[in-house]
């Protein structure tokens, strides 16, 4: 494939390397971590003491920096590598799937494959990208890569067989926008009621929090009512989906929020914080269940398959 020369190359290439850089680093930068305190000589920690830290994860693989020509050349150096490497898309091979080179001027038959598991939008030939991700002996039938092949060419299959590839995380492209995020679909209208029901949560359980503090009785009144009436909605939005557990947790939700109202107007703001407190403790349970988290930050309601309508066996 040829190509136009492109003047001052090198500046575009340093300016995009120096600014990948801070997210490359951010991405890998793994957490810093506070030794673990000793436990006192002759047995049990003292009452009150935290309980001892589980112990550490396998941390992940660093990032190894490797170019295109380089990985093309030593594949055997990298496979199994997590690296970053920035380079110029060379041909583009299927909706999730690219050649990078070197070069950005011409082909030198140095290209490394690409495989991401998504492109939010298609990275262009001749511009630079920044992929982050494991090198692999490419194999169509490999569990890591066949998922990722969907409208890939024969001829390229041929082609890329046996040589190195980059199963990649990241594809950031040269405006710092990592391509191949998991985004968030667009919410239902449902989906929407529903996100507000969860901010009027939100905002009740914070002003309990001061309500508590300040022993308000009236606010802590009204916030209760606010919460018994999210709580309704909540049960009411998970039943047609057949959520069973969720709708319980609801159910005990809002008689928390009923006791809270009562153990405020007699005074007991003890029991008003013991009991918001195991409230929080069951939005909290509610979430890990049914609320997933995508790569922006966004939330979704996470709900899986419909139950199926008696009789039919069908969703």
Same mark, same amino acid.
């Given at each position: 494939?040829?190509?136009?020369?492109?003047?001052?190359?090198?500046?575009?290439?340093?300016?995009?390397?120096?600014?990948?850089? *801070?997210?490359?680093?951010?991405?890998?930068?793994?957490?810093?971590?506070?030794?673990?305190?000793?436990?006192?000589?002759?047995?049990?920690?003292?009452?009150?003491?935290?309980?001892?830290?589980?112990?550490?994860?396998?941390?992940?693989?660093?990032?190894?920096?490797?170019?295109?020509?380089?990985?093309?050349?030593?594949?055997?150096?990298?496979?199994?590598?997590?690296?970053?490497?920035?380079?110029?898309?060379?041909?583009?091979?299927?909706?999730?799937?690219?050649?990078?080179?070197?070069?950005?001027?011409?082909?030198?038959?140095?290209?490394?494959? $690409?495989?991401?598991?998504?492109?939010?939008?298609?990275?262009?030939?001749?511009?630079?990208?920044?992929?982050?991700?494991?090198?692999?002996?490419?194999?169509?039938?490999?569990?890591?890569? /066949?998922?990722?092949?969907? *409208?890939?060419?024969?001829?390229?299959?041929?082609?890329?067989? *046996?040589?190195?590839?980059?199963?990649?995380?990241?594809?950031?492209?040269?405006?710092?926008?990592?391509?191949?995020?998991?985004?968030?679909?667009?919410?239902?209208?449902?989906?929407?009621?529903?996100?507000?029901?969860?901010?009027? $949560?939100?905002?009740?359980? *914070?002003?309990?929090?001061?309500?508590?503090? /300040?022993?308000?009785?009236?606010?802590?009144?009204?916030?209760?009512?606010?919460?018994?009436?999210?709580?309704?909605?909540?049960?009411?939005?998970?039943?047609?989906?057949?959520?069973?557990?969720?709708?319980?947790?609801?159910?005990?939700?809002?008689?928390?929020?009923?006791?809270?109202?009562?153990?405020?107007?007699?005074?007991?703001?003890?029991?008003?914080?013991?009991?918001?407190?195991?409230?929080? /403790?069951?939005?909290?349970?509610?979430?890990?269940?049914?609320?997933?988290?995508?790569?922006?930050?966004?939330?979704?309601?996470?709900?899986?398959?419909?139950?199926?309508?008696?009789?039919?066996?069908?969703?």
């Amino acid at each position: 494939m040829s190509r136009p020369n492109f003047d001052g190359r090198r500046a575009g290439t340093l300016a995009l390397s120096a600014a990948a850089l *801070g997210l490359i680093l951010y991405v890998a930068a793994p957490q810093a971590q506070q030794p673990p305190a000793k436990p006192p000589a002759g047995g049990a920690p003292p009452q009150g003491a935290p309980a001892a830290p589980a112990a550490p994860a396998t941390p992940q693989k660093p990032l190894v920096p490797v170019v295109a020509s380089t990985l093309a050349a030593k594949p055997d150096t990298f496979i199994g590598e997590n690296v970053t490497m920035m380079a110029t898309v060379d041909q583009t091979l299927s909706p999730t799937a690219f050649s990078v080179d070197q070069d950005k001027t011409k082909s030198t038959g140095q290209d490394v494959l $690409v495989l991401a598991p998504r492109l939010n939008e298609p990275v262009e030939v001749n511009t630079y990208v920044t992929v982050i991700g494991e090198v692999v002996k490419f194999d169509p039938a490999d569990a890591k890569v /066949k998922d990722r092949l969907a *409208g890939f060419p024969p001829d390229a299959l041929a082609k890329f067989t *046996g040589k190195p590839a980059i199963v990649a995380t990241s594809v950031i492209n040269a405006a710092m926008n990592d391509v191949a995020r998991r985004l968030p679909p667009r919410m239902t209208a449902e989906e929407e009621a529903f996100q507000k029901v969860m901010q009027k $949560v939100g905002a009740a359980n *914070g002003a309990m929090r001061g309500i508590i503090e /300040k022993s308000d009785a009236n606010g802590a009144k009204e916030q209760a009512a606010a919460l018994k009436a999210a709580f309704v909605a909540t049960e009411a939005f998970f039943k047609p989906h057949g959520k069973a557990d969720a709708m319980g947790w609801a159910q005990d939700a809002r008689k928390s929020a009923e006791a809270i109202e009562i153990a405020a107007a007699a005074g007991k703001w003890d029991e008003v914080k013991a009991t918001a407190g195991s409230m929080g /403790k069951m939005c909290q349970t509610c979430h890990t269940a049914y609320r997933e988290r995508y790569d922006d930050g966004a939330f979704r309601v996470k709900l899986g398959p419909a139950p199926a309508k008696p009789g039919t066996g069908v969703h």
